[in-house]
């Protein structure tokens, strides 16, 4: 097979380009100084953490690297620096080392140190976080296409939020190279496409209620699966292993609690977006759900 | 607690009763004690509890209604009457308490306080009116739990003072930045949702309460406080 | 891919069996049988001393009817079986019983052996071959025997299951069992990767085999024989194709998957039924046996010879020159490498049976037993080896689990001695094929770890 | 019953050695509600120091008359009245620290401490003893609050105790001062304090 | 129609938007001690359930009909010394504090000493975790809310009855065993992990703990967002 | 006014205390439930503050615990000392004076005493290395991998040099590693001394055998059991009887130490002043960590 941890991770950070191109494609230098800045803040808590623990910092394993770039890919691209470095010091502190380290960890940590800057920085980090970077993006330059919907009623065209000419965070613009990633993900296998089915199909489920009780016009459900950061979730965060459930079973129940979650927040949270949110709930249940699904044996009973 | 005023070892039946009051002597006694006490205690304290209470909203009175100057120079022969008003509405009805504010004998304007949910918890407002309620004469948070650093800032002077002056004909309006017609407030920054709430708000008092706040269908429970 | 592999499988016409020719989940290591499936059988002449530790099967060990210094002569009986699951032990070559000896297997267990060293005249490689294969098998003229003369000469050529697990046989093969059997299944798979013992038996002694299987039917009583080989053993299946028809046996070709070999697996490729948790093939029906071990039961029925040789392979990059050799039991395995030319300066590791299921083992004095099915010598290249790191419950095991279980989650709870979590998820279902370990990105050591496990909970049993 | 320790020595246990907060893991819904500004809790610190000294002062008076099973009853019944007393003061003196307070002041009723020093030392051991145990653990129980509120307060909002102490540049960490910045800024500290205690025990063994 | 929305929100807003652990820090303790399996959290968190529901409803009760200032037990007592206006005016909230911990310790004791005589296999699942939440802040706190609703209130319109008063207990406990079953779950995993020795035990549980409140963060706001689904004002 | 709330407040809470005591008093005659004397003494001890902090989920719990399964008498954080030596009084009545056990390794071969190891890469356990052959000729022996050192809460044990040494000092003598060790060489021996004569071996097989695995492993010569009756030859290995051993050592029995040719019996336990002075100008040996990697057999296997 000779799949090893770090092909692993190097699949993921393959699958990781295109995000990462289309954001330096939309939001120019912004997204390369994100980036940079999350990743290099990765690296170095990820040594300073380990050592802190009296253990050799293992950085060849490309985790922190993964982490990093997710992470930066998740923040707006305006936010300031001290955004990033907090945030990935506190994803790999709080949601890695904390736990024991690579495959320990309970909870996914680049949403655990987003969802920390998130909620202390929520200026930098809500809507006016997203300062128009004088480009060709579609509507609003002052927020993301959620945010928009949520807080004003607009709407955000579909080609827009496919192709990525919106606003919002570094990697959930285009759904395009979210698909493309996701989807080489899916068929390396390092990511089990269970996760993101369950997550599309309980979200285009309950999206379709939504649009029938007439909740979330002038949304339709495309614009739910296409926007904010769902396909970037439900591929590349959701799908994380350390802190998914084991079984397809459980993967499903994760998936499709995931959407359920998300689409939860949307509609009736303070929250414009929910992924990270949602994916951290479910993270906190994978315990319970691993424990709900554990398979039958061959032959038994 | 799981023992409280019992024994857990066998006591022949015939002398329960008295054994477990002869055994609660000191609870007894402490509970003598203690009660005459916090009674005394709640009597002392209670009318300055209440009047803290009171005050609260008192303080605030003359500055929704005069203006922000007149906090501070105490303008004489203020007085404000409390009293609570019912709006009859499809659903369940509506109280308010207002306070009728009567400057050097003529009415000054009213100020009404409000609850609403708010985006954490809920919000507690102090609205000032112009004595035929056409406008606004300012707002106060009297409790809220937002947001400390976002929705928060709905206690800040700055923002509180867009409301001043508007006039409550049409609804306020919550915009994103700059706010160009006369009823629209700006929005807080990174918290829309508190703005919103408060905005909803003053809209929910003024529409329930235009037209309707005279003296004579106020309910005043009586004369408080004369500024002198 | 594998999903859709599996799906095309699904689609195999099977009108010979009702199986779908395959189950679900398993792994596809590479397999390096050409290394010698080619290559004939060989006899090896009879070593010097042989060791042959008193248990060798699954069961209780044997008493020893020998004292030292008493001479034994070719096949004489030396141990009797004590109780029901246990087997008798023959001598391999005529000699002189040494004193006892305490001797370790691969497998760790630690054993009293008979020893007897080789002296007078002994049957040369020809004459041995021509008793154990050559000749004819007829089939037709044992048409008289009961079930139950056929069990008692498997019980007294002390046959025990040669594909590894050593079970033994007449407890298999018994004719009235409480269920009634209605399939007998030979195993021919030999999903070991490196391994051709199986085969070459197939290939050169298919009629063996068939004879074998004939009177295993009809020990058991069973209505239809069935013998399961992996879609890669092309020469084995043609062989037995042709006899086949005449014998009324049916040949399933299965896809090749690992492990393939196991006998739940077996039974489910072959016949799609289940194999009850806890429970044996016989539950539901059916007996369960290998092919090199239908030989013995052919020659002991027919013939009337005891267990005494094996055939295996010696295989492995790691091996100057791999054969597939007959060899008596007890000979140690020092000897048979210098047979096939001694190891190579790469060797790396040498194990008994092959590299996913077998004992590594480090004492060229250890003596080849019933159950040894080979040895495979593995250079460093081949055991490339990934650095143990940590589980990133990337969940691969669990896909590749043939037995549905959750492999990390059983050697975490072994690693950390978490009992509750180990029963939670069914421990003993597992059988250590190596599937998951094999799999791991994280190069765990999954298998040792459950091994370890199921100590604590056999020592919880105990106590 | 051996005897206990001296008030000296009660007084300074209290302090770090047995640490409410940090070492016995008492009182948390305290420690961890009212910690987001230093001012919240140096009132509830008093407040809880207030309730320990009567009630410790008061059960050690009537030590002897205790009967064994009732003894929790009396222990709640004298620390629930305090409690109210202090309740109701703060209302009536300081409105608006009683209102942010809300609920935790009431709340001292079932926090640990109280009943754990009433029962540990108030009711075996003599008025002084038990006092100085009040006011040792009652510092232990303030400067642990201190800790963790300077922390959140500082980082939150850029102020201690209402003053503007870091530069207005200070982008504030508004989670400190939210719940899960209690969380995380108490389970960080207590990890910290474990940590040096290890490194300081194994500095010691060596020697030793 | 509108009642019911209060309710059910009351119940949204008491089990996931202010869970009573991860946003009140109340019942810290037993989330951090009883944490360490699920079944033993399971049990806890109904216990906590079944005790907060009794204790809301008490607490009500006694407040409403005895306690609060113009109570009518009260009034009718007082009336006897004293003119019927001056009776209603008789406030014994002072004694709220003491009368909920006393009477909820000693009907709990009582509801436990019953079920361990007569329903013993209950009482190993559930029983034994009665006595342990009596002192628990959780449930004091759930009657001090309900009393915050009750005295006091300007508008006697959104004076709580009793119907919210139990449904705010009942989902108090039902976010409490949420909280405590997802750490248990957590905590059981985390028996297999490495975690920093100085961090063992309560420090690792209370930064879970804080992420937990971070991810329950989410939730903010969605009581609103219900409200205005379901057709109220904001 | 004033007068009526005092009155109402004393008559509340008097009314409260009286209507509750009648009641469950009357509860607890009527839904009595028999226990153990001693788990309601212990309850009466325990604070009964029902924190939860030993770990159990209330007083009666852990009270139960303590009476039942043996549980440490020092769990209770809110009573502290007092509270423990209490429970140890309630509970030291029936449990009576005891002796004190203390762990005894019965192997005594360090690395270099040991024949026929092989390199182990497998995981770093005994518990692991113990289901594989070829980690080392014995069978029986130390394998070195410290699970009892990771068994042990007190520090007391230690890996020297491949070989499990208890640290009689810091040891209270709870059980663990012996329950820890997969090849059951540790014994939970009484210590009626400071220091106990013991058996430094396990192999129980022959003495051929075990010279060809072991430098220094018992051969089961009987020349100990020959000499005094203390000593039973079992299955080739020497036994003491601890029964009729005392701290006084007859002279036949230190003839017997002397006699033995693999120096087996050894006197283990806390140094005695005389051992310490011998032993104070020797340089103190490193401590190894069990390093000798390899193995035989991780299942694994890649092609």
Redesign the interface.
């Known amino acids: 097979m000779g799949m090893t941890i770090q092909t692993m991770m190097r699949d993921v950070l393959i699958a990781l380009a295109p995000m990462v191109l289309s954001a330096i494609y939309f939001f120019h230098w912004y997204a390369v100084k994100q980036l940079l800045t999350c990743v290099a803040a990765a690296l170095l808590a990820e040594m300073l953490f380990t050592r802190m623990r009296g253990r050799k910092a293992n950085l060849g394993d490309l985790s922190a690297v993964v982490t990093g770039v997710i992470l930066g890919l998740s923040l707006p691209g305006t936010a300031p620096w001290y955004v990033g470095v907090i945030a990935a010091a506190i994803a790999m502190g709080i949601g890695k080392i904390v736990f024991g380290g690579l495959g320990m960890n309970i909870f996914n940590p680049a949403m655990v140190g987003r969802a920390f800057v998130m909620i202390a920085f929520a200026g930098s980090m809500a809507a006016s976080g997203y300062v128009a970077s004088r480009l060709n993006i579609d509507i609003m330059s002052q927020a993301t296409p959620l945010n928009a919907h949520k807080q004003l009623g607009a709407v955000v065209s579909l080609q827009s939020l496919f192709w990525g000419n919106t606003n919002g965070s570094l990697g959930e613009t285009s759904a395009l190279a979210c698909l493309l990633g996701g989807l080489f993900l899916c068929i390396r296998r390092v990511a089990s496409w269970e996760i993101p089915a369950g997550v599309l199909l309980s979200t285009f489920v309950i999206a379709g209620a939504a649009n029938l009780m007439n909740l979330s016009s002038p949304w339709t459900v495309a614009h739910h699966l296409l926007g904010g950061a769902l396909l970037f979730g439900a591929f590349f965060i959701a799908t994380d292993p350390v802190t998914s459930p084991l079984t397809p079973g459980g993967k499903w129940i994760f998936g499709m609690g995931i959407g359920a979650l998300v689409m939860l927040l949307r509609l009736f949270s303070g929250y414009p977006e929910g992924v990270m949110f949602a994916v951290l709930l479910m993270n906190s249940l994978t315990p319970l759900i691993n424990r709900l699904t554990i398979p039958r044996p061959f032959g038994g009973v | ?11 022949p ?1 015939g002398r ?2 008295n054994s ?2 002869a ?2 002597w ?3 006694v ?3 004690i ?10 002392r ?2 009318p ?2 209440a009047a ?2 009171l005050n ?1 909203t008192l303080e605030k009175v003359p500055e929704l209604v005069l203006g922000a100057g007149s906090a501070a120079t105490r303008p004489s022969g203020l007085e404000v009457d409390p009293g ?1 008003v019912k709006i009859e509405k499809d ?7 207002v306070f009728h504010v009567v400057s050097k004998g003529a009415p000054a304007g009213w100020v009404v ?1 409000t ?7 809920k919000i507690e407002l102090l609205i000032g009116f112009n004595p035929d309620i056409t406008a606004i004469t300012g707002i106060f948070v009297l ?1 809220q739990k937002e ?4 929705g928060a800032n709905i206690a800040s002077l700055k923002w509180r003072q867009q409301f001043i002056g508007k006039a409550t004909a049409r609804p306020l309006s919550v915009v ?2 700059g706010a160009s017609a006369p009823n629209e407030i700006d929005a807080i ?5 508190s703005s ?2 408060v905005v ?1 708000l003053v809209n ?1 008092t003024t529409k329930d309460l235009a037209g309707k706040l005279a003296p004579e269908i106020v309910r005043f429970s009586r004369q408080v406080k004369k500024n002198d | 891919m594998a999903l859709l592999k599996q799906q095309l499988s699904k689609k195999r016409p099977s009108s010979a069996f009702s199986g779908s020719g395959t189950f679900s989940h398993g792994v596809h290591p590479p397999q390096r049988k050409t290394l010698v499936s080619d290559v004939p059988i060989e006899v090896v002449p009879a070593p010097e001393k042989v060791i042959l530790p008193l248990l060798q099967h699954v069961g209780g060990p044997c008493t020893p009817l020998v004292k030292p210094k008493q001479k034994v002569a070719f096949g004489e009986l030396i141990g009797r079986g004590e109780g029901f699951i246990s087997a008798a032990l023959h001598a391999p070559v005529s000699g002189v019983v040494q004193k006892m000896a305490v001797t370790t297997l691969p497998n760790g267990r630690h054993l009293q052996a008979i020893v007897i060293r080789t002296e007078g005249e002994q049957p040369d490689a020809q004459e041995l071959w021509d008793q154990m294969f050559g000749g004819e098998w007829p089939v037709k003229t044992f048409q008289g025997l009961t079930p139950e003369q056929i069990n008692a000469a498997i019980l007294s050529a002390g046959i025990v299951g040669l594909g590894g697990a050593a079970f033994p046989t007449h407890v298999k093969i018994a004719p009235v069992g409480e269920k009634p059997i209605h399939t007998l299944v030979v195993n021919g798979c030999e999903c070991e990767p490196y391994l051709s013992t199986d085969y070459r038996v197939m290939v050169e002694a298919a009629e063996v085999v068939v004879a074998g299987a004939m009177l295993a039917a009809r020990a058991v009583g069973a209505k239809q024989t069935i013998i399961g080989i992996e879609d890669n053993k092309r020469e084995a299946i043609d062989a037995l194709r042709r006899l086949a028809g005449g014998a009324g046996l049916k040949v399933a070709v299965l896809k090749t998957k690992y492990p393939q070999g196991s006998e739940k697996h077996l039974i489910k490729a072959v016949l799609n039924r289940e194999v009850p948790l806890g429970g044996l093939p016989a539950d539901i029906g059916v007996a369960i046996s290998n092919v090199a071990t239908m030989t013995a039961v052919a020659r002991a029925v027919m013939r009337d010879i005891p267990l005494t040789h094996r055939v295996i392979s010696v295989t492995g990059g790691g091996i100057m020159e791999p054969k597939n050799l007959l060899v008596p039991m007890g000979m140690p395995i020092g000897g048979i490498i210098d047979i096939c030319g001694g190891l190579k300066k790469n060797a790396a590791r040498m194990i008994a049976g092959g590299p996913m299921m077998g004992f590594a083992f480090t004492d060229l004095a250890t003596p080849v037993t019933k159950g040894t099915s080979g040895i495979t010598v593995l250079t460093h290249e081949e055991v490339r080896r990934v650095d143990q790191s940590v589980c990133v419950r990337c969940g691969r095991c669990v896909d590749v689990c043939p037995m549905k279980l959750v492999p990390t989650k059983l050697a975490m709870a072994s690693r950390y001695k978490d009992l509750d979590l180990i029963r939670r998820y069914s421990i003993m279902a597992c059988f250590e094929c190596g599937s998951c370990a094999y799999v791991c990105p994280a190069g765990l050591l999954l298998v040792q770890h459950i091994r370890t496990g199921k100590a604590l909970l056999a020592a919880e049993r105990n106590k | 019953m051996t005897d206990g320790p001296t008030p000296t020595e009660r007084f300074i246990q209290g302090i770090l050695p047995e640490n409410p907060v940090y070492r016995q893991l008492l009182g948390l819904c305290a420690t961890l509600a009212v910690t987001n500004g230093l001012k919240p809790a140096m009132t509830m610190a008093v407040a809880v120091g207030f309730v320990l000294l009567s009630a410790n002062v008061i059960i050690s008076l009537i030590r002897n008359l205790l009967k064994p099973h009732l003894r929790i009853v009396v222990f709640t019944l004298t620390i629930a009245a305090f409690v109210t007393i202090v309740d109701r003061f703060l209302g009536a003196y300081m409105y608006q620290m009683s209102k942010a307070l809300g609920p935790y002041i009431p709340l001292i009723i079932v926090n640990c401490i109280i009943i754990c020093r009433c029962e540990v030392c108030a009711s075996r051991q003599s008025v002084f003893t038990a006092a100085a145990d009040a006011v040792g653990q009652t510092i232990g129980f303030g400067l642990a609050l201190a800790s963790i509120a300077v922390i959140r307060e500082l980082l939150g909002t850029g102020m201690l105790a209402g003053i503007q102490v870091l530069p207005a540049a200070w982008p504030s960490w508004v989670i400190m001062v939210l719940p899960p910045g209690a969380f995380l800024t108490f389970g960080l500290l207590l990890g910290l304090i474990n940590w040096v205690d290890a490194v300081k025990s194994a500095k010691q063994g060596r020697k030793g | 129609m509108g009642y019911l929305v209060d309710i059910f929100l009351i119940a949204v807003g008491a089990a996931l938007i202010n869970n009573f652990v991860l946003y009140y820090f109340v019942g810290i303790c037993p989330f951090i001690g009883v944490s360490r399996r699920v079944d033993m959290a399971l049990g806890m968190g109904g216990a906590v359930t079944f005790v907060i529901s009794i204790a809301a409803f008490l607490s009500w009760t006694l407040t409403t009909l005895v306690l609060m200032p113009g109570a009518p037990v009260t009034r009718w007592v007082a009336g006897f010394f004293m003119s019927a206006d001056r009776a209603a005016t008789v406030d014994l909230t002072i004694l709220t504090y003491i009368v909920y911990i006393f009477v909820i310790a000693s009907s709990v004791q009582f509801v436990e000493m019953y079920v361990r005589k007569f329903y013993p296999q209950l009482y190993k699942s559930f029983g034994v975790f009665l006595p342990l939440i009596t002192t628990n802040c959780a449930i004091l706190f759930a009657c001090l809310v309900i009393m915050s609703h009750v005295v006091g209130v300007d508008n006697p319109a959104e004076a709580w009855g009793l119907g919210k008063s139990l449904v705010l207990g009942f989902f108090g406990g039902v976010g409490f065993t949420i909280a405590i079953v997802i750490m248990a779950g957590i905590r059981e995993d985390l028996d297999l992990c490495d975690i920093p020795e100085s961090f063992k035990g309560a420090a690792i549980t209370l930064i879970i703990g804080g992420i937990l409140a971070m991810a329950f963060m989410g939730f903010t706001g969605v009581d609103s967002g219900l409200r205005v689904a379901l057709g109220g004002t904001p | 006014m004033t007068w009526v709330t005092i009155g109402l407040s004393v008559g509340i809470l008097l009314s409260m205390a009286v209507v509750l005591s009648y009641v469950l008093g009357w509860a607890n005659i009527k839904f009595h439930v028999d226990v153990d004397p001693r788990v309601v003494s212990i309850m009466d001890a325990l604070p009964g503050a029902n924190c939860g902090g030993c770990g159990y989920v209330g007083c009666g719990e852990y009270a139960e615990a303590v009476v039942l399964e043996g549980e440490a008498v020092s769990k209770c954080v809110v009573g502290g000392q007092n509270c423990a030596a209490d429970v140890a009084r309630i509970m030291g009545v029936e449990v009576g004076e005891a002796l004190p056990y203390r762990p005894v390794v019965h192997c005594g071969a360090h690395y270099e005493d040991r024949l026929g190891r092989h390199e182990y890469r497998g995981e770093q356990r005994c518990s692991a290395a113990n289901l594989v052959a070829g980690v080392q000729g014995c069978t029986y022996g130390c394998l070195g991998f410290g699970d009892c050192v990771r068994a042990c809460q007190f520090d007391a044990i230690h890996v020297v040099d491949g070989l499990a040494t208890v640290d009689y000092e810091s040891c209270v003598g709870c059980g663990a590693c012996a329950k820890a060790c997969p090849r059951n060489i540790i014994s939970i021996t009484p210590f009626k001394s400071a220091q106990v004569l013991a058996v430094a071996c396990s192999n129980k097989d022959r003495g051929k055998n075990v010279m060809t695995v072991c430098k220094v492993g018992c051969i089961g010569c009987g020349a100990c059991a020959r000499i005094s009756d203390l000593f039973v030859l079992e299955d080739n290995l020497s036994t003491i009887n601890y029964d009729a051993y005392t701290d006084e050592c007859t002279l036949d029995v230190m003839k017997a130490c002397e006699k033995c040719p693999r120096k087996r019996l050894v006197f283990v336990g806390i140094p005695t002043r005389e051992d310490l002075e011998k032993s104070r100008d020797l340089k103190a040996p490193d401590v190894v960590e069990p390093d000798f990697k390899t193995t035989v057999d991780d299942t694994e296997w890649r092609g």
Do not use: C
């Open positions: 607690m799981e023992e409280i005023l019992t024994d857990n070892t066998p006591v039946s329960i009763r477990n009051l055994q609660a000191l609870v007894l402490l509970a003598l203690i009660g005459a006490i916090l009674a005394a205690v709640q009597v304290l209670s300055i509890i803290n209470k609260e609570t659903g369940p009805d509506s109280f308010y308490s306080k609850v609403g949910q708010g985006y954490g918890d409790g947001t400390p650093g976002l994103k930045g920054t990174g918290a829309t949702i919103r709430s909803g929910r």
